[in-house]
C-alpha cells in the first residue's frame, strides 16, 4: 500500500536561506515521532499571498512568517486565533509574543509580572510582542520609540483594542530621549542591532539585577547587549525566543508540546562554534 505524504509545512521570509526554522521543525518531529516536511520558502517582495495561495494548492498545511510579510500574513489570514480550527480557512496566530514571554518567564526565571518593563522600538517586532506581555500583568510598560509619535499612536491603538488586557499596568509611550525611572526589564525590539547600532538610553536606566533582552541572536553579544553587560545587567539574546515560538507553532499544527531544552542547546553550541 502507498504511503501517504507527510504533511508539508514551510517558513515564508526574504531573505529566507538563513532561517533556523526547517532545522528547529525537524528535532521537535523527530522528537514526538511525526513525519513532516519543512521547507523554506523566498516570497518575491511583491507576492507573498500567490505564493502562500500555490502553498496551499500544494497541500501545504501551515506556515510560520517572518520579516518582511508579517504584518501581510495578519491581512491575509482569514481569522485570527483565539479561533476554532476551519477546514479551507487560513487561521493566523501570532507566535513572537508568547515565544518571548515564554523563554523569558520560563526559561531564564526572570518575572515580569509586577515589575517594570521598557520595550524599545515601535515597528512590527514590537507590535508583535505587546499583548502578551501586557497579560504578564506588569507594573509599567513603557515603549520608547525614535519617532516618538508612532510609539505613541501603537500605545493608543492597544489601549483602545486592548482595554481589558492593560488592567492595572502603567501602559504609555515615549520618545527615546524621554525615558525616565529605572527598569527591570528592558527589551530591545528595535532593528537598530542589525545596523550594529545601540539605541540611546539614559545611563541610569537599568535597575539593580535588571535583565537586558535583544530579540536579535549572534555568535558574540549585540551592541544593545554588550552596552547593558557594561552597565551591570544580565543580558539575553532571541535565541530562546526564536525556539519558543516555533515550539508554540508546532503545537498550533500538530496538538503535541515539543521539548525545547535540547534545541536551544544544540541551537547555542552550534551558533558558539560558528556553523
Ligand atoms: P521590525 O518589523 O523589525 O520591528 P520596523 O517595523 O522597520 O522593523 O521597525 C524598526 C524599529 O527599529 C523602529 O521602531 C525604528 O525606529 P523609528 O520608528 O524611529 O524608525 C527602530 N530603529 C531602527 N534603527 C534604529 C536605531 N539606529 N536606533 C533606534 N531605533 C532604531
Given amino acids: 500500500m502507498a504511503q501517504a505524504a507527510p504533511d508539508l509545512y514551510a517558513v515564508f521570509g526574504n531573505p529566507i536561506a538563513h532561517s533556523k526554522s526547517p532545522r528547529i521543525h525537524a528535532i521537535f518531529a523527530q522528537q514526538c515521532g511525526h513525519t513532516l516536511r519543512y521547507e523554506k520558502r523566498l516570497a518575491p517582495l511583491d507576492g507573498f499571498a500567490a505564493s502562500v495561495q500555490a502553498f496551499i494548492a500544494e497541500g501545504g498545511r501551515g506556515a510560520n512568517v517572518t520579516v518582511p510579510f508579517k504584518l501581510e500574513a495578519h491581512a491575509l489570514a482569514d481569522e485570527l486565533a483565539p479561533a476554532a480550527r476551519v ?29 517594570r518593563v521598557l520595550v524599545l522600538g515601535a515597528g512590527g517586532a514590537t507590535r508583535g510582542v505587546l499583548l502578551p506581555l501586557l497579560q504578564q500583568g506588569p507594573q509599567q510598560l513603557l515603549v520608547a520609540n525614535r519617532t516618538a509619535s508612532t510609539a505613541q499612536q501603537m500605545v493608543a491603538q492597544f489601549q483602545h483594542d486592548f482595554a481589558a488586557s492593560i488592567g492595572h499596568t502603567a501602559f504609555a509611550a515615549c520618545g527615546l530621549d524621554h525615558i525616565a525611572g529605572q527598569f ?92
Fill in 87 to 115: 477546514d479551507g480557512k487560513i487561521l493566523g496566530d501570532n507566535t513572537d509574543g508568547a515565544g518571548l514571554v515564554t523563554d523569558i518567564v520560563e526559561r531564564a526565571g526572570q518575572a515580569i509580572a509586577g515589575r
Fill in 184 to 275: 527591570d526589564l528592558i527589551i530591545n525590539a528595535t532593528s537598530a542591532s542589525l545596523q550594529a547600532q545601540v539605541p540611546t538610553l539614559p545611563e541610569n536606566v537599568f535597575a539593580t539585577d535588571a535583565m537586558a533582552y535583544d530579540m536579535v541572536y549572534g555568535k558574540d553579544l549585540t551592541p544593545f547587549l554588550a552596552y547593558a553587560q557594561q552597565r551591570g545587567a544580565r543580558v539575553r539574546d532571541g535565541l530562546g525566543m526564536l525556539v519558543e515560538q516555533a515550539a508554540r507553532a508546532f503545537f498550533i499544527w500538530r496538538q503535541i508540546q515539543p521539548e525545547t531544552h535540547a534545541v536551544y542547546a544544540a541551537l547555542r553550541s552550534e551558533l558558539q562554534s560558528g556553523q
